[in-house]
């Protein structure tokens, strides 16, 4: 079989829309040895291409095809394998893997059943992933709706100009000269996200479901705000205005740094994450500085981590859905904020799971992506993702 055919193929299977007919000529080419190293290269362009991504970390290769390799082989038929030789190398290992969830699916139709993956059903009633959209609420109490396609100066404030860019993005220009501080906030719905620059410089990120309260114009010598859900800030350095993040009576402070604070209400801390400078983290009179790649979470008290993966943390605002080797209801409580739906254990599932892949991607791909690993299945009822084993 030629390798552009086999990628096309295993493109297919991958996107659940490979019939079973063509399943088993794939199967019947795939048991042969030969064939191995050109199912490794398709494996590798079909996950590297497109919506998903595989990093180029060994570790990280290994998070994601772990589970591949241990579920793949308790589901699959044993009578309808056969024998993969053993090889050296994760994406050897990987090909093997797929030949064995592959063979195992081509078993089942073999045996007369008709397809009967919840996937189809998933892509049926497929849901969109988030948009940039937020709404805007001035210290009057109008309420301004913001998007991707707006642009243009959207209200005065004093001599504060509210504007929107062409990319979406918020801007504060002006002094704020007469005085008055006037609070304005930005509010992300479920299935949104947005970026604001404040007044000083500061660059700020929301995610889905998420809050920010601000000044119009920073007073002298002060710079507080106010968040929910989860921010990531780029503050514009001022020695002389400490600048101040309010998350569930959590009290980050810093000067001029890169950071992100995760403050969701159905979390089980705050977690702040530095990923420049130095930030103090303080709650209920304890107090801890962070220095880049520590994360303090705060509950009763506050734990510091060191060496998170902070670019798997940062993976929202990069436009990437990043997991590696973590519980499965945490991954789902970032689908239903992003997807704007409720998910639904209908079985318990203490596996862990690894996910690399866009947040552009409809809900039934990533869920597909997921179901690839093995040990889960989902369906969609309307806005309702149901989770099986």
């Known amino acids: 079989m030629e390798q552009a055919h086999l990628k096309t193929l295993l493109q297919r299977y991958l996107d659940n829309s490979l019939p079973p007919e063509e399943l088993k000529e794939l199967i019947a080419h795939l048991q ?9 290269q398709a494996v590798q362009q079909a996950l590297a291409g497109g919506a998903y991504a ?9 998070a994601i095809f772990r589970n591949i390799l241990q579920k793949a082989a308790e589901q699959a038929a044993p009578a309808a394998l056969q ?32 397809r009967t993956s919840h996937t189809p059903a998933l892509a049926r009633q497929d849901v969109l992933p988030g948009v940039n959209k937020a709404v805007l609420i001035l210290a009057d109490g109008r309420r301004i709706t913001l998007d991707s396609a ?8 004093g001599d504060v100009t509210i504007s929107q860019t062409g990319n979406g993005q918020l801007d504060y220009n002006g002094s704020g000269a007469n005085g008055k501080v006037v609070y304005n906030t930005v509010t992300t719905p479920r299935g949104g996200q947005f970026r604001i620059t404040l007044p000083d410089g500061t660059k700020v990120w929301l995610n889905a479901a998420s809050s920010l309260h601000f ?19 780029e503050v514009a350095p001022q020695a002389a205005a400490p600048f101040v993040v309010t998350a569930r009576g959590t009290a980050v402070t810093v000067l001029g740094t890169r950071f992100n604070v995760n403050a969701y209400t159905d979390e089980a801390s705050v977690n702040t994450t530095l ?14 500085t962070l220095k880049p790649g ?10 510091v981590l060191d060496n998170v993966d902070t670019e798997a943390l940062m993976a929202w605002k990069n436009g990437r859905f990043s997991c590696n080797d973590i519980p499965l209801e945490d991954i789902m409580r970032q689908i239903s904020r992003w997807y704007n739906v409720q998910v639904v254990f209908e079985d318990q599932i203490t596996d ?17 992506f997921l179901e690839l690993s093995g040990g889960v299945h989902f369906e969609v009822n309307e806005k309702t993702i149901i989770v099986k084993k």
């Open 294 to 303: 520590e994360q303090a979470q705060v509950k009763e008290g506050i734990r």
């Open 215 to 233: 000044p119009t114009a920073f007073p002298a010598g002060e710079r507080n705000v106010e968040v929910t859900g989860e921010v990531y800030f």
């Open 32 to 40: 042969q040895d030969a064939q191995q190293d050109t199912l490794l």
């Open 83 to 114: 024998p993969v030789k053993r090889r050296s190398g994760l994406w050897k290992a990987a090909v093997a893997a797929m030949v064995i969830v592959l063979a195992g699916a081509a078993a089942y139709f073999t045996a007369g059943h008709r």
């Open 150 to 157: 707006a642009r243009g100066t959207l209200a005065q404030q």
């Open 352 to 368: 862990t799971y690894s996910i690399e892949i866009s947040r552009d991607v409809p809900l039934s791909k990533l869920l597909r």
């Open 275 to 288: 990923l420049e400078g130095s930030v103090r983290v303080a709650h209920q009179g304890h107090a801890v």
């Open 54 to 62: 595989v990093p180029t970390d060994a570790a990280q290769k290994d």
